[in-house]
């Protein structure tokens, strides 16, 4: 409903309650309601599923309609990440938030910092979901409290007009809810387990749900070594109960993000189950590194390929393990199964930030399933710096363009920042996103782990100067000022942390007699100058 509209019906309520409701206030119900718009996580599921729908229809149409993310750790991140992307670009169209598993696992577990191994408590991940809409549900509270006081001083300079337009910009918010794409990492456990933690992070309001085809209690980060992935059935068990959990939730437009570590996983806990000839299991197992054999030895597991027994070569782990160089095929027949059973968006985790090698994966993809669109990781545990100097270097080689003063192995030197070579390099960087997205088919880039960092870097120049010679100037200089100056919101951390719209609350609820905050002498005056 609209402003009026909400005034209206919260004005029929009022009176239908009879004499004993004469104390509240029908606006004010209509500002709480519309401050409070989504009541519940699955009210958010719904809405940002239908926003990243409608977005993969619009990449579908023009691929440099292409979306991204940043992922965030803590619900307060996530909110400074949307309120700055609104403040900067007046819309949140296109933007999203990462859940990344490895952040749960450092940041959020009780055990302390862990690695991206699936050893943090599952339900830290609906949890942060819940946390981070908490926050972003906040924001719009807050921002739209600061629209109805400007309503109300419009009104009292007797300014009907300024009022209205001001309430015609409240009927047409765009809130600061965006959808999330969360990491579910391998499930957590069996296709129950996977199911019982997808309803969980669809409640606390994901509309995305990204999930791996390792194995759950093997897991690995993506970036590391050891990865273990499962035959395909195993993997489709999973896609169907996000998807099952989806639907009897009524988030009917779902995404589920089928992601493939094959590239990097030379390793298999079992071999597949095969029926036929050429079925999935039987390809899957024809990926195994595995030796012809006349006579089989005690504890021997053999498989038979074209008449012929062969053992998989078994490590003392008991895993086994695939042919060297097949896991761009594996990666290629992953994705297609993926979405030819459930998966409405891929994710291929690769071992650098290279279009080529990404373009050629999707075009085999996509000659059997045109529509095929990626989620990439612009991942922080890449070297970007020295990938694409190492990149443009190899390419003038084969150009034979002069490579005098150039070491390929010392690219990341300082001394080469002004060159040639660095800037062409930080070209292909800036650019990489646009044309990753219309030569390779990613419909969303997302940096995993960046407010990591970016905690961990500011902190450090922080603690550098106030402990050091700067002092108090070390924090006013670098961050207050600066706070200031480029209009972050948050350098009003009360009203940030909902003061004023605790006493909005104090005025609804007690009139004159409310005790406010927010007065004259509220030293957060002093930032309106």
Not at 37 to 43: A, K, P
Not at 480 to 497: D, K, L, P, T, W
Request: hydrophobic share 40%; proline share 3%.
């Amino acid at each position: 409903m609209t402003y009026q509209d909400s005034v209206a019906a919260a004005q029929r309520t009022i009176t239908q309650a009879g004499p004993g409701w004469h104390g509240i206030q029908p606006e004010a119900v209509a500002r709480m309601q519309m401050q409070n718009r989504f009541r519940t996580g699955l009210d958010i599921a719904r809405h940002t599923a239908s926003v990243m729908r409608r977005d993969m229809a619009a990449y579908d149409a023009d691929p440099g309609a292409y979306t991204q993310s940043l992922g965030c750790w803590h619900g307060f991140i996530a909110q400074q990440k949307i309120i700055s992307i609104r403040k900067h670009f007046g819309t949140t169209k296109g933007r999203y938030l990462y859940l990344s598993g490895w952040m749960v696992a450092a940041l959020r577990s009780a055990f302390g910092p862990l690695p991206d191994q699936s050893m943090h408590e599952k339900t830290a991940v609906p949890a942060l979901i819940e946390e981070i809409y908490t926050f972003l549900k906040q924001a719009d509270a807050r921002e739209l409290g600061l629209m109805f006081r400007d309503i109300d001083a419009a009104r009292a300079d007797g300014n009907e007009v300024e009022a209205q337009r001001l309430i015609h910009a409240v009927d047409h918010y765009d809130s600061h809810v965006v959808p999330i794409i969360a990491d579910i990492d391998a499930g957590f456990g069996n296709a129950e387990a996977t199911y019982l933690l997808a309803r969980k992070m669809i409640e606390a309001g994901a509309c995305a749900l990204q999930i791996e085809n390792q194995v759950s209690d093997e897991k690995q980060c993506g970036h590391q070594d050891g990865k273990v992935t499962v035959p395909h059935e195993d993997f489709l068990a999973k896609i169907r109960a996000c998807r099952y959990a989806f639907m009897e939730l009524g988030v009917e437009d779902g995404i589920v993000v089928a992601r493939t570590d094959s590239l990097g996983a030379g390793l298999t806990k079992q071999i597949a189950y095969s029926r036929a000839p050429g079925d999935l299991g039987d390809r899957y197992n024809a990926f195994l590194d595995a030796e012809p054999i006349d006579k089989p030895e005690r504890g021997d597991v053999l498989i038979e390929r074209d008449g012929k027994l062969l053992r998989p070569k078994r490590l003392p782990s008991n895993l086994f393990q695939f042919r060297a160089g097949t896991g761009e095929d594996r990666c290629v027949l992953d994705c297609v199964t993926a979405l030819r059973h459930g998966a409405d968006l891929l994710w291929i985790e690769t071992e650098r930030p290279d279009i080529a090698q990404i373009a050629g994966m999707v075009d085999r993809i996509r000659a059997e399933v045109p529509d095929a669109k990626l989620v990439y990781n612009n991942s922080p545990s890449f070297n970007w710096t020295l990938n694409f100097r190492q990149q443009v270097y190899d390419r003038w080689h084969e150009e034979g363009r002069a490579l005098d003063g150039y070491q390929r192995a010392r690219l990341m030197d300082p001394g080469y920042d002004e060159s040639a070579l660095a800037m062409e390099a930080d070209e292909h960087i800036r650019t990489f996103q646009r044309d990753a997205s219309q030569r390779a088919g990613i419909f969303h880039h997302l940096i995993t782990l960046p407010t990591y960092h970016t905690a961990a870097l500011g902190t450090d120049l922080l603690a550098r100067d106030y402990f050091g010679a700067a002092g108090m100037l070390g924090y006013v200089k670098h961050v207050q000022r600066r706070e200031i100056r480029e209009g972050i919101a948050c350098v009003r951390h009360q009203n940030m942390s909902g003061s004023d719209i605790g006493d909005d609350h104090k005025d609804y609820f007690a009139g004159e007699a409310a005790l406010k905050a927010g007065g004259a002498q509220n030293t957060m005056n002093q930032f309106a100058a």
